[in-house]
């Protein structure tokens, strides 16, 4: 099957039965069953998203009727996190969930389907990926590994992180060593920062101890979860390095093709519908735990000020400039990025932006 | 059955199967088939708002595998728009489409549901929807019209509007007759203006003709459809009417009853997987046909004074007091809108306005 007719399989969450109506799986047998396994990236019952996959497994479940079951395996009950990528490409498990950035080292280029710093929202992802042509090129660039990728969650906007000290001027942030990974991490690095990765669970001793100066994580939510407010000073700064990170949901290609119509269609809505809902949570619970924080008094809210943020924004375009140099694939997918979010960004400047300022005002 | 077993059931998209997995639906007969319509209050093929309609109803039948079906007739075609509440609640159609504050002749407290002056955004909504109480409310509020309501779509930030002249101060909009409904038209009338009620096809002529000087509509996607920017001067202004209005799919709640339990899954599921795709569909597109006016020199993107947006917001909370002391049912909404919207402004500031702001700047 090529890619195209897999896409028009895949997509039917964005464009419906390819051909007529009559032919959407109404030879699905009704007594098959399908038994799968699902790998995560996330802990066990991790908040926002290891619930959130839960959830998608509910609703697959439930929308066929049981035809279709997953168990699902947290991080290191079945392979560790940052084996999903292969575990699914080899067909052990026939899902996953986790987010694209994992996968730098198979493909630089997966990066942009989870977020760049100063890039884009939620939505506007969302945009991209469904009328930008970046599902197209997502699918395309994991077509090499066997996987069919679809988007599947977003926290939202993710936190600038946990500071033990202001930050009022770019000299604050000349050695500063922060848990900071990814592109965001090598911004840090080139502004005079000392990035360091850390997995989740080690960073509340490192902040706690001192042997890192500041920490990102994800937002209040999973944030307070992990106890960093009482780890360091209440210095918590608004987020650049990832605006909207997209998770995703991933399916062998072989166990894809394998399904019938009608499963296919579950899976690919299902997708869909709790990239809707765990957005959804995100908002909420960031906005709980945010109110808690304050009413504990436990967090300091500042803003980087202008200066600082317009030299990592700089700083920004030039690290995305040399992954562009160096990586055919993330050139042409950064194209197409690029040109939508020159777009998006114009319009929310009219609309959320200038909404969210006009009622806060 | 009690209106929370329905709710057990009718939000399986959000909290899953009630029960055991192995209860989710195997008893659905597969080979029981159901033939629903489907009424909207959108012109045929209305674009974003009908086209959306046609995509919700293709992935319900793609992955029920034809076993539900629904034909979709647009406004006019079996019903007049503004019939499509009581055609769902008579059962003479078993589902709608449109949004819930065209219902508030039935039930004043229903413009809740879709959007007030500075409210909320869509991704705000949705947390309040799924998260904060607000889907169980409006459950609850449909059931006397014996409708099941799921939120299915978004428009995003509605445009302020195009005008006929520069809103400099206050006095600007004494006397302006703009056509804008429900309470933003309400807010307009306190503020000095008068407000005329026109449906979206007589828009043109009577801005052409100048018998109104301004008027609100949607965005740049459905407003150059209608070709408002060559109907009036340039100026065209951010919104503050209708932050993220809520589209909503009701389901005769006999006709819900009816169905088995995955089928009731399928639909709920695709209820949400629209949610996502309208939001994203109204993001892209609005931001492409801003681009293409801007490109033409159509348009002239002007702001509200601060002291306008001021008044205007003092004058929302007024009418909305207004509402809420004529309605208990709009107050006890309210109560808990009015609450969410507070903390979900807070998390707000520190990450889709902040980060907003510094990609900016």
Known sequence: ??????????AVALAGCAGEQADCGPGSGPAERF????VTTWPPNFPGLGTGVLKLVEMIEAASGGRLRIKVYAAGELVPAFEVFDTVSSGTAEMGHGSAYYWKGKTEAAQLFTAI????????????????????????????????????????????????????????????????PGLGGEVLKRAGGTPVNLPGADIFTALQTGSI?????????????????QAARYYYYPGWQEPGPVLECTVNRDAWLSLPEDLKAIVGIACSAINDQMTAEFVARNAQSLDKLRAEGQVEIRSFPPEVLDELRRIADEVLQDLVQRDPAAARIHDSFAAYRESAAGWSAISEQAMLNARGG
Chains 1, 2 share one sequence.
């Open 35 to 38: 038994d799968w396994k699902l």
């Open 213 to 229: 100066d500041a920490t990102e994580w994800i937002g209040p939510y999973n944030d307070v979860a992990f106890g960093l407010h």
């Open 1 to 10: 099957m090529k890619r195209r007719e897999l896409l028009a399989a895949g």
């Open 117 to 180: 710093p100063f890039g884009m929202t939620a939505m506007e992802m969302n945009g991209w990926m469904y009328h930008g042509g970046g599902l197209e090129l997502y699918q395309e660039l994991y077509e090499q590994f066997n996987l069919v990728p679809f988007p599947a969650g977003n926290t939202g906007v993710q936190m600038g992180g946990w500071f033990n000290r202001e930050i009022n001027s770019l000299d604050d942030l000349q050695g500063l060593k922060m848990r900071i």
